[in-house]
């Protein structure tokens, strides 16, 4: 009984600290596009998200980082899981050309999914 009590707790644990950190990149305030065309995915394993507010500052778990960090952190976790897809939170203020940067960057290292992530119009 004992190990299966201690089981319990590592998954409970495990759980709890998996449901944490996919949380993290969605804590960023954003305030999201709009369309009508959103969907909920079903699926939210491997993914890797990435904050851009509207002044155009990249963010990787609420912490600002240059275009070039972003780029080895994705190229990095793209070695380690290479089923990983991308998912753009931009701002709606955020200039077009920003995104742009961005996309570009992320295809450089070879992120060949990457998700724009909007609200859905109901």
């Known amino acids: ?16 600290t998996v ?3 996919a949380e993290s990149g969605r ?7 709009e369309s009508s ?17 509207a002044a155009g500052v ?6 600002p980082h240059s275009l070039a960090q972003v780029q080895a952190v994705i190229k990095h976790s793209l070695a380690q899981n290479p089923q ?5 939170r931009a701002d709606a203020q955020t200039p077009y050309q920003s995104i742009k940067v961005l996309l570009r960057a992320c295809a450089e ?3 060949q999914e990457v998700i ?3 609200y859905q119009l109901r």
Request: glycine share 4%.
């Open 1 to 16: 009984m004992t190990p299966m009590i201690d089981m319990v707790f590592l998954l409970l644990v495990f759980f709890m």
């Open 19 to 21: 449901s944490t950190l």
């Open 27 to 33: 804590k960023l305030k954003l305030d999201l596009a």
């Open 37 to 53: 065309q959103s969907q909920i995915a079903e699926d939210l394993s491997d993914r890797g998200v990435i904050g851009l507010d």
């Open 58 to 63: 990249i963010y990787l778990a609420e912490q």
């Open 84 to 88: 990983l897809k991308i998912q753009l």
């Open 109 to 111: 290292v070879g992120a």
């Open 116 to 118: 724009y992530s909007t």
